[in-house]
């Protein structure tokens, strides 16, 4: 699908570590950083040099297997990388699964087996993520125009994960599979997530059209778009759903006006623990993300980074397992 990969392992036995993609450098230019200890891991997750929450449980995964092999310990790599960000759920669930894996191996074969055990969860992001748009092309198809009318929010593409995308997935598979797909792309202030959503597409060659944050109600009130489709951070046990703040505003326009509203995620991003979208905890970030004008200023930022969809606004949850009502999640198996 791409040539580039958002993380992958390089360096040797004696030298290990990761090279990313800076996501803080798209679209302008394609660079690479490459993390050798877990500082370095835990910044590029902290200043979204990597971004998405699959691709933060995974990088965050290879922080722990570049601390061991640093020498520092388990559980110190897991509170620092821990308290990088709060709400994409993949970082806790990463770091619980290696925490379950290397509390169980040897000493002497733990650092390894960190290794192993991240490779394991970037290569299954990737499957889970291929998976997610196999699951989700009928509902593309099912769209009686084309092409295919669909709004997505914030970058939910293989940039935010390990391969694929979530949301971006199933537009992808359409696209393989000749079905003609129009993307609204919106902008994703303050961050501006949906120039990489652009740039993802044009790469692909896939039709989009970068608008306004504010224009969505506008365009789906004109009966532009036939099904929103958005990516997660965090879902709680009854369907809510935490995403880029903004997904909340698309859900209500798309059920104002009758029109599918689905969340894409891999089950990793469900909070089983979590009962409602009311304990999901939302990232508060710099006003300095509003650019020099602003912060520089006396006026005071709110800059929450997520929001929340309740689950009676979500028309389905496509995950990797399939397509389930946002009320339906306790039949997902874990
Ligand atoms: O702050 P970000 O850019 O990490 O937020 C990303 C999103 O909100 C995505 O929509 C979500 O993580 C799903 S990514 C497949």
Redesign the pocket.
């Known amino acids: 699908m791409n040539e580039l990969r958002t993380i992958c392992e390089d360096g040797d036995a004696a030298h290990p570590s990761v090279l990313i993609l800076d996501q803080t450098r798209l679209p302008a230019q394609t660079a690479f950083v490459r993390l050798t200890n877990l500082e370095q891991a835990a910044h590029a997750i902290r200043v ?1 040099q990597v ?6 449980g995974a990088t965050a995964a290879y922080g722990v297997a570049l601390a061991l092999s640093e020498g520092i310990a388990l559980e110190q790599a897991i509170d620092v990388l821990a308290a990088t ?1 709060p709400t ?1 759920v993949n970082l806790r669930w990463a770091l619980e699964r290696m925490r379950r894996v290397l509390e169980k191996s040897a000493v002497a074969t733990r650092h390894d087996r960190a290794w192993q055990e991240a490779r394991a969860i970037a290569r299954e992001d990737a499957e889970a993520n291929a998976a997610i748009g196999r699951h989700g092309l009928p509902r593309l198809q099912a769209v009686g125009r084309r092409p295919v009318q669909a709004m997505t ?5 293989w940039l ?2 390990v391969a694929h ?3 971006i997935a199933p537009i992808y598979a359409a696209h393989d599979a000749g079905v003609a797909v129009h993307v609204w792309v919106s902008e994703t202030r303050p ?1 501006n ?1 949906g120039l990489l959503t652009a740039w993802e597409l044009a790469h692909a060659g896939i039709p989009h059209t970068l608008i306004a944050d504010n224009a969505a109600g506008l365009l789906i009130m004109q009966g532009k778009v036939d099904l929103v489709i ?4 965090r879902i709680a046990a009854n369907g809510d759903t935490a ?2 703040v903004g ?1 909340y505003l698309k859900a209500l326009a798309a059920r104002a006006h009758d029109i599918p509203f689905y969340v ?2 891999p089950v990793s ?1 469900i909070d089983f623990a979590c009962p409602n979208g009311g304990a999901i905890p939302i ?1 508060e970030r710099d006003g300095a993300e509003f650019g020099d004008k602003v912060s520089r200023g006396d006026t005071p930022v709110a800059n929450p ?2 929001d929340v969809t309740p689950a009676q606004l979500i028309t389905g949850i496509i995950t990797e397992q399939g397509v389930f009502p946002a009320a339906g999640l306790a039949a997902i198996k874990r």
């Open positions: 979204m971004r998405g929450a699959p691709l933060i960000r994409a929010h914030c970058n939910a593409g935010a994960t995308g979530t949301a961050r997530q958005v990516g997660a951070d995403n880029k997904t894409a995620a991003t990232e980074a997520f």
